[in-house]
């Protein structure tokens, strides 16, 4: 059974740090891996999605790895703003089932000004 | 981008009534529709696969006869929780797949429910 953990639970930084978010996962088997973020009380965005075959995805202030063989994905976060501040998920789906996603405990996120 | 919706956004019921949650892909047609469970300070949990026109499929320990699932167009996807009570009081989240887009999935925003 395939299990997702994020570490840290909670993080709390000041504006303009580099931050690392951090996923494993434990069965390697993967069809993709996605990083979604969710406001307090609200619905997911997704944020990047990386391909089994892919290393890494940008977007903009934003960097996600993924290393299959460790079980392990990063999201990088470059100068922090306070509308950072939201919990960030990442889920996998795994190589087998029609688009099932299993989902990480989350990281909380507060960036104060 | 595609855009999700659900009705209501927050409902508050009594022990022992059916509560309708309703999930709507606004621009787009969606074949498949997901129904989660979120608990406060916990992950998205998986509780069933909505397929427009056939019987929903529900991930283990999920009981069919207590989240009544139907998804009869492909734009409308609706959960029934039937006789509910506090323990069922979650955050419920839908989300459906782009067609031809197999890697996407949109989120909707979410229904709040609590039962007194």
């Known amino acids: 059974k395939q299990e997702v953990t994020q570490i840290p639970a909670a993080l709390s930084v000041p504006e303009g740090e580099n931050l690392v978010l951090n996923c494993s996962f434990t069965d390697s088997a993967i069809y993709n891996l996605q990083w979604f973020r969710q406001d307090p009380g609200k619905g997911l965005t997704s944020l990047l999605l990386i391909q089994s075959s892919q290393r890494e995805q940008t977007s903009g202030r934003l960097n996600a790895s993924l290393d299959k063989s460790s079980g392990r994905s990063t999201l990088y976060i470059a100068a922090s703003q306070p509308g950072d501040s939201a919990t960030y998920l990442c889920a996998v789906r795994p190589h087998t089932g029609f688009q099932k996603l299993v989902f990480g405990t989350g990281t909380r996120l507060l960036v104060s000004p | 981008g595609a855009v999700v919706s659900q009705h209501p956004s927050r409902v508050i019921c009594k022990s022992g009534t059916s509560v309708k949650i309703e999930c709507r892909s606004l621009d787009f047609q969606a074949t498949t529709m997901f129904w989660y469970r979120q608990f406060p300070k916990q992950s998205l949990m998986l509780m069933a696969t909505?397929?427009?026109?056939?019987?929903?499929?529900?991930e283990q320990g999920v009981e069919k006869d207590k989240f009544l699932i139907n998804h009869a167009s492909l734009t409308l996807s609706t959960l029934t929780v039937t006789s509910a009570h506090p323990e069922d009081s979650s955050f419920y989240i839908c989300?459906?797949?782009?067609?031809?887009?197999?890697?996407?999935?949109?989120f909707g925003p979410g229904t709040r429910l609590t039962v007194l």
């Open positions: 909505s397929n427009e026109g056939s019987k929903a499929t529900y």
């Open positions: 989300s459906a797949r782009v067609e031809g887009a197999a890697d996407t999935q949109y």
